[in-house]
């Protein structure tokens, strides 16, 4: 009886052994380059998988790129697998458990900069396609500066289909009328006009949950350092403990103080309700609440609500990208560079973005398609300089951002700026950000 | 003075309100749900978030209908499914814990009542490799995860069931010729049904509203309706009506079968699958 | 007769075998390959990964790493969650159950309004929850409808943490609990009588007084740093929103129960000049430990899925409301620390398999 029962465990954990070392398939790519993407004249077809975390309000904007791609090439079979919830991690959740298991779908969303670099680059995961940028011109209309950001020496490895911009703050001018604020241009005279705020009981800067405020942190630390250091402390030549990035956290802390007290219940919208119930006079954040002002709340820009960049942050333009890449072993690859080529095109862009709320990274798109914010969006982002956001993946890898988040909850309890900043810093050590 | 006529009706009044406050403190957070969803998008705010709608509207009604309906069929076939072939996995399972001891049998239920409190999250990978091997994808593979995590928790419920059934009833079964087999098939089960709505509900409730598992195992066409959920409720600016008009509709068929089986499961309690 | 008896017992294995196998592979075998994760130090999302074996180094992070300050308060908070889950939906279970033992009208009408919170999933009422507790809203505004003020209480945001102990004396803490536990079970035996039982624990109380407050005062402390670590008050709102859904659970076993006493124990307690109060007290209540032990391996269960809960109220960043769950979750999947999200399973495996050992001993104790 034993007996048995012995030899029935060894083989299951002998089973199970096999299963835990995976199951390994050779992805075979037999023609020219593995590691570019191969163009040619094939009609696309059969089908093609798309992976996204857009729902809700952002899906008539996919549903309009995907029938703009549709038009071009009929025999595609699109499916629009979104897996939404929690911004974004149930759908890495999907994404990476199939992707350890060789099972990628043929394209996926994900943010252009370090998060697509660190996490897939860095793993060979993803086909370089510079062939696919050269073929189709994007070099040129593309501006130069996001295909710095987005690419490596090694290659391009993403299409952006939009850019957001981070350092936006919120008002309603009615309100700061009624208060008789103006609306600040630098940290101190925010600071200066919290104050007042505060005394007639307004809450000044209205916050939602963690991310919200690592854009907050993000804000600060461009207002605080000026593009030239904030570029030089993600590529690692400023250090993290240098007396100016303590500053950034000390402003942050001065920050924290003219927030409500409830940030981590409420949503972003929640805090943008804030603003437009007159609770609060001020929210930073992405430009996507144009959209929710415009579309839900049905407010007008320029007269329902009013926009400026974040205080310190003129001239500036935080930006973030939602692009998509082909991932190597996918199953269709003619299927997924269509849709790329869709995802770059003018049509695709000028479908998608205007919908969204966003701008076209296209320097050529036609702009009265656009809203009166995100025409005085796209101006900035032709204008200013541009660098990148770190709440939405653009300068910092995923494991960085991840111990961020902690870092930065831990700073909110203790307020302690100089160990914020040396927590940061291993942080950036452990995640190959720094040395 | 009070009379012990009165101080019995105090004790009833009392008694009465106590019951009912609670009561409606348990109603709250459904109160709560259904309001939203008869609100337009608009009306949705923090500030009013007690009042009933100005306006009853069921915009949130339809755009959960449209996107959890496909869904359905799927949910229907996974929870029936995983909840028969876990039920009688485990009266199966549990009679032999319970009445055909063999050595080593004791040793065996506690390495597979272990096996409950594997934390779910971190066998999502390994889950999907061994499923992915054995070709088990789409709804068959969640079917089979379901019922093989399912099997500590529902041999235990069975077990804990048959050990209240006197092993006399077993020796005259035997006496009177039944065999190893017509025993269980004869006896047992008839005797098992008040167990089989027990473990019915419980494996029914968990697997309906199982998540995790339920979209990294499925593709778009056999998602669950949990994903559907999810649906609604995510994306930068969640539409609060739709998601709370689709948790209640998500809940109806589980709902229905507390309603209307509750007597039961307390029946099915008070057998014995309670006692340890 | 006794070829038959084996046959039988062969039998028996045999149809035990497809579970056996299954759960060997699906739950043994996944144990097994994520210890063995665990001890490398696998991370990204390379397809063909470099896991170098490190052994304990993983678990050593998570104890004494600066940037794992927040495991520790999940670990710590995870005591508070179970515990306080497990009592507060047992002991409301208990009373509510009591409620309705008494042949009332409508029985059925207030059981199924306290049973009905189980049939949804943790994510729906989660998400109902958070609206509730929302400190602007919700039930903070509960007490201006009787003419109060509105609650200040921060519920989910709230940030302050009482009961706080120093994770240098982490050791100490835990050997006094058992020294407590280990008292209290000393007591019960001398109140016994067991002769034989009463040196077992004496001696077992003196092992542990003596390590508490002579051995480990001596060795070195585990952290080179004081750390303070406590009750965090957020967590109640998510405790709040498990209790209103399980505690239907635990009354319907514990109605199950009392019913289960039959009607001539209630006479003769009666008949014998017990009142309502001493009825329950010593006679039904003690008969219902066999349903408390089997309770509480369930909602043991039920407190890992509290995953879901904490998730659909508090998010995956809320410092405060943390539990080990929801940190794997974020470090496996939106880190690609894989190594390090398995050595977290690990730890909240063996601590949700902790709550089993009564039920196991009782059981044998039973059997034996």
Not at chain 1, 275 to 282: E, I, L, P, T
Not at chain 3, 126 to 140: F, I
Request: with cysteine; aromatic share 12%.
């Amino acid at each position: 009886m034993k007996k048995v029962f012995a030899i029935v465990t060894i083989a299951a954990l002998v089973m199970g052994s096999i299963f835990a070392s995976g199951a390994k398939e050779a992805s075979t790519m037999s023609s020219v380059d593995e590691n570019k993407v191969t163009l040619n004249s094939n009609t696309p077809k059969g089908d093609l998988e798309i992976f996204s975390w857009w729902a809700g309000d952002e899906g008539p904007a996919l549903d309009a790129l995907i029938v703009d791609f549709k038009g071009d090439y009929p025999e595609v079979n699109l499916i629009n697998a979104t897996v939404t919830g929690g911004s974004g991690v149930n759908a890495k959740a999907v994404l990476k458990t199939r992707m350890l298991n060789n099972d990628p779908p043929e394209s996926f969303q994900v943010h252009a900069g370090q998060e697509l670099i660190g996490t897939w680059v860095d793993a060979d995961r993803m086909l370089d396609l510079t062939p696919l940028f050269e073929d189709q011109g994007w070099l040129n209309i593309f501006p130069s500066d996001v295909i710095e950001l987005i690419g490596t020496d090694d290659g391009i490895w993403s299409v952006p289909v939009c850019v957001h911009k981070s350092n936006v703050m919120w008002y309603i001018p009615s309100n700061l009328k009624k208060w008789g604020v103006k609306v600040p241009k630098t940290l101190d005279e925010f600071f200066a006009v919290a104050e007042v705020l505060q005394a007639k009981g307004i809450v000044p800067l209205s916050m939602g949950t963690t991310w919200t405020a690592v854009e907050n942190w993000e804000n600060v630390a461009l207002a605080t350092l000026g593009v030239a250091d904030y570029n030089k402390l993600w590529n690692g030549e400023l250090a993290w403990t240098d007396p100016k990035v303590v500053e950034v956290w000390e402003n942050f802390g001065k920050l924290l103080d003219y927030t409500n007290k409830d940030a981590a219940s409420l949503s972003w919208q929640q805090a943008t309700d804030m603003v437009v119930g007159g609770q609060a006079a001020f929210n930073f954040m992405g430009d996507w609440a144009a959209g929710y002002m415009m579309t839900t709340l049905k407010l007008a820009p320029g007269t329902g609500f009013g926009w400026a960049n974040t205080p310190g942050t003129t001239g500036a333009f935080q930006f973030l990208s939602d692009s998509f890449g082909i991932p190597k072993g996918c199953s269709n690859q003619d299927a997924a560079v269509a849709w790329l080529k869709a995802c770059g095109s003018k049509s695709g862009q000028d479908a998608f973005n205007p919908l969204k709320g966003s701008i076209p990274v296209r320097t050529d798109a036609d702009m009265s398609l656009y809203s009166a914010y995100s025409k005085s969006a796209a101006d900035n982002f032709a204008n200013d300089d541009i660098v990148g956001s770190l709440a939405h993946g653009v300068v910092a890898n995923e494991g960085f951002m991840n111990d961020f988040n902690a870092v930065l909850e831990r700073f909110n309890e203790s307020r302690d700026a100089k160990s914020a900043a040396q927590a940061s810093k291993e942080i950036a050590v452990s995640n190959n950000m720094a040395n | 003075m009070k009379t012990s006529l009165q101080k019995k009706r105090t004790k009833k009044i009392i008694y009465y309100v106590v019951i009912i406050l609670i009561s409606i403190t348990f109603l709250i957070p459904i109160y709560m749900a259904f309001i939203t969803s008869l609100k337009g998008r608009a009306e949705i705010n923090l500030a009013t978030a007690w009042k009933l709608p100005k306006k009853i509207t069921f915009v949130g009604y339809t755009n959960a209908i449209t996107t959890l309906g496909p869904y359905l069929k799927n949910s229907i076939i996974l929870t029936v499914s995983a909840t028969v072939i876990s039920s009688f996995l485990g009266a199966i399972n549990g009679y032999i814990f319970s009445k055909n001891k063999f050595k080593g049998s004791e040793l065996i239920f506690t390495l597979m009542l272990f096996g409950m409190f594997i934390p779910y999250q971190i066998i999502l990978i390994p889950l999907f490799t061994a499923l992915r091997t054995l070709h088990f994808t789409g709804l068959k593979g969640l079917i089979l995860a379901h019922v093989v995590y399912g099997i500590p928790i529902v041999t235990m419920l069975f077990r804990n069931f048959y050990d209240q059934i006197p092993n006399s009833i077993l020796e005259s079964g035997r006496i009177d010729g039944a065999n190893y087999f017509t025993v269980f098939t004869m006896l047992i089960l008839p005797l098992s049904i008040p167990s089989f709505v027990v473990v019915g509900i419980w494996q029914f409730t968990q697997i309906w509203n199982e998540f995790l598992w339920a979209i990294c195992l499925t593709s778009q066409e056999t998602n669950p309706i949990t994903v559907g959920l999810s649906q609604l409720s995510g994306g930068q600016a969640v539409a609060w009506n739709d998601s709370m008009a689709g948790a209640i509709i998500s809940a109806i068929p589980v709902l229905c079968i507390y309603i209307f089986l509750g007597k039961y499961f307390i029946q099915g309690l008070l057998s014995g699958s309670v006692k340890g | 007769m006794s070829k038959k008896n084996s046959r039988e017992k062969l039998y028996s294995v045999l149809i035990l075998l497809p579970s056996i196998i299954l759960v060997s592979i699906f739950v043994y075998g996944f144990i097994g390959t994520t210890i063995y994760s665990s001890m490398t130090d696998w991370k990204g999302m390379s397809a063909n990964p470099v896991k170098n074996f490190i052994g304990w180094d993983n678990y050593k992070t998570l104890f004494t790493s600066f940037i794992q300050i927040g495991f520790r308060q999940d670990l710590v908070n995870t005591v508070f969650y179970t515990l306080i889950l497990l009592f507060g939906t047992l002991i409301l279970g208990l009373f509510l159950a009591i409620l309705l033992d008494r042949q009332v009208r409508y029985e059925a009408v207030y059981r199924t309004i306290f049973l009905y919170p189980m049939a949804l999933s943790f994510i729906v009422s989660g998400t109902v929850w958070r609206w509730l507790l929302a400190p602007s809203g919700g039930l903070n505004v509960i007490p201006t409808w009787f003419g109060g003020e509105k609650g200040t209480f921060q519920w989910i945001s709230s940030k302050v943490q009482i009961l706080q102990f120093n994770w240098q004396n982490i050791f100490q803490i835990i050997s006094a609990l058992l020294l407590v536990i280990f008292i209290f079970v000393l007591i019960s035996s001398i109140k016994s009588g067991n002769k034989k039982e009463k040196i077992k624990y004496s001696i077992i109380c003196g092992f542990f007084a003596l390590f508490t407050f002579v051995v480990l005062p001596l060795l070195p402390p585990p952290l080179a740093e004081k750390e303070m670590h406590g009750f965090n008050l957020a967590t109640i709102g998510i405790i709040f929103a498990g209790v209103w859904q399980y505690s239907g659970y635990a009354m319907a076993l514990y109605l199950a129960g009392l019913r289960g006493l039959s009607g001539s124990i209630r006479e003769s307690a009666r008949l014998d000049g017990a009142n309502e109060f001493m009825y329950y007290w010593k006679i039904a209540i003690p008969n219902l430990r066999p349903i408390t032990m089997s309770a509480v391996v369930i909602m043991a269960h039920i407190s890992l899925k509290m995953f879901d809960l904490i998730y659909a109220m508090a998010g995956t960043d809320n410092e405060f409301t943390g539990h080990p769950s929801v940190r794997m979750y974020t470090t496996t999947f939106r880190a690609n620390k894989f190594a390090l999200g398995s050595a977290m399973a690990v730890i909240l495996f063996l601590f949700a398999a902790l709550f089993i050992i009564p039920y196991i001993i009782r059981s044998h104790k039973e059997r034996g």
